[in-house]
């Protein structure tokens, strides 16, 4: 190794050294545009339309014909090492201003090899910008780019390509798995939820009675007496929502069973409301976990000058109103909380409900729940909606045998989940090491060995610059100026 610590014969130039840059070709089209242009046209006669991460849509003409590199100009994960900034063109492509398109120097750089430079190269310092960075120009002619000689880079690239794409089937397998897991726990759900799980069972218990709703609402009424207020009336009814229950089961809602309620939050401008020792939860809080603390506290003050209430350890809570994928999540209470207005709380009837399986029940409902919520702009739930929620209600016995065995399963699922994910960040950080290997050398050391002619003389990184620069300097021959008769 030099002293700056790359191989003999190796050397590290600016990126716009060794590429023509062909951002001035670019041309942006909206997709309404887009849309009128190939509106009634067959297959043959569109083309890919290429922005910052790959083909978004079609087009019905195209810019480029060759062999080109297109890296990220802005909403690429630039500083995350295991995704790519970088891809492939080839062939007729339409390609937006959300991406540089990059052509390496014709008989010095090889693109497979910029393409995998650029893709394990790390943007810190020369990205800017908040949630979305971006990669200007300016900045992107500036990347040092390690730059062997010509054979050496084809070399290192058909080397990549072959290890990097072993990594990908390794990657493609393992993430298949997890999907695997997730449609395993989604089935158990399933024939939980139905009964199916414990068909057994319920023929080794056939002495179990039916819950009935009658007992549940004495139940309300009685605890709404004894904290002196009146019980809301409830509509008693079974439903035929759910088919194929068990005969022990009832079909039946969520308002029947459980005592819904919205929660509020204090106002913020009263400090004396805040930051005392009432719990209280807010919707991001509540994310398919148990919780047993709050990141923020109200006092009795902020409790007594709320519309909202303090629920007992047990009470399940449901996100109603929540970004990306907060919305339907569910959480059970191991601590006494209030709420806020974005959560629904459940509280459960003691001695006919079981917390848990209220719980995995809702977690079986997480994608139709979202599904079906309403709201105009932000999709929301609301109380009513919570309320009138088909409910499937098993003995109690039957809810507890039930929840035994879908935690039984679904610890083993956990299990091979953690594994899994600890293999996926191993094949990520083998990734980002073979990058390393490949640009110190590592890969291609015994083929400098037994190939010095292709990496010395006129073939060196050295002598490829000079080449570029002169092939430059004789495309664009300076004018010369004419002096001014005195």
Not at 137 to 166: C, G, H, S, V, Y
Not at 281 to 298: G, L, N, Q
Request: with cysteine.
């Amino acid at each position: 190794m030099s002293k700056v610590g790359l191989l003999e014969g190796w050397t590290s130039t600016p990126l716009e050294n060794v590429v023509d840059i062909l951002d001035s070709q670019r041309i942006p089209v909206n997709s309404s545009q887009r849309q009128a242009r190939i509106e009634g046209k067959s297959q043959d006669e569109l083309y890919p339309y290429y922005g910052a991460t790959g083909e978004v849509g079609k087009i019905d003409g195209y810019i480029f014909d060759e062999e080109l590199v297109a890296l990220g100009e802005d909403g690429v994960p630039f500083l995350e090492p295991s995704k790519a900034k970088a891809y492939f063109l080839k062939g007729k492509t339409w390609v937006n201003n959300h991406a540089h398109v990059l052509k390496g120097s014709e008989g010095a750089t090889y693109n497979k090899y910029l393409l995998h430079f650029l893709n394990q190269f790390d943007y810190q310092g020369y990205v800017n910008g908040g949630t979305r960075l971006k990669l200007t120009q300016a900045n992107m002619r500036k990347i040092p780019i390690i730059f062997p000689a010509l054979a050496e880079q084809k070399t290192i690239a058909d080397k990549l390509d072959t290890l990097l794409a072993q990594v990908a089937t390794t990657k493609s397998r393992l993430e298949g798995s997890l999907e695997t897991l997730k449609q395993f726990r989604q089935s158990v759900l399933a024939d939980a939820m139905s009964g199916k799980l414990t068909d057994n069972w319920r023929s080794d218990n056939p002495s179990l009675n039916s819950i009935q709703l009658e007992e549940i609402s004495t139940y309300w009424v009685k605890q709404y007496k004894a904290s002196g207020k009146r019980a809301p009336k409830l509509k008693l009814h079974e439903t035929d929502a759910l088919e194929g229950l068990p005969n022990t089961w009832l079909d039946t809602k969520i308002g029947n069973v459980f005592d819904v309620h919205v929660g509020a939050t204090p106002s913020r401008s009263v400090s004396e409301y805040w930051n005392g020792n009432v719990n209280w939860v807010s919707s991001s809080e509540v994310a398919f976990c148990r919780i047993s603390s709050t990141k923020e506290s109200i006092t009795e003050s902020g409790l007594s000058n709320t519309s909202t209430n303090l629920h007992p350890k047990g009470t399940v809570m449901l996100a109603m109103i929540g970004q990306g994928k907060t919305r339907g999540q569910v959480a059970i209470l191991d601590i006494e909380a209030c709420h806020n207005q974005n959560t629904a709380a459940l509280r459960v009837p003691k001695g006919f409900v079981v917390s848990e399986f209220l719980y995995f029940f809702l977690t079986k409902q997480y994608e139709e729940t979202r599904r079906i919520g309403g709201g105009n702009n932000q999709k929301a739930l609301n109380k009513s909606f919570v309320q009138s929620l088909p409910f499937p209600l098993p003995p109690v016995e039957e809810q507890q045998e039930i929840v035994n065995r879908v935690e039984k399963l679904f610890a083993g699922a956990d299990a091979t989940e953690q594994q899994v994910n600890q293999a996926l960040e191993r094949v990520n950080n083998l990734t980002q090491s073979i990058f390393v290997k490949a640009f110190r050398g590592e890969l291609t050391e015994q083929w400098r060995k037994d190939n010095p002619e292709l990496i010395s003389g006129e073939n060196s990184a050295e002598a490829l610059l000079e080449k570029i620069k002169a092939e430059r300097v004789a495309a664009n021959p300076k004018r010369k100026t004419r002096k001014k008769a005195g």
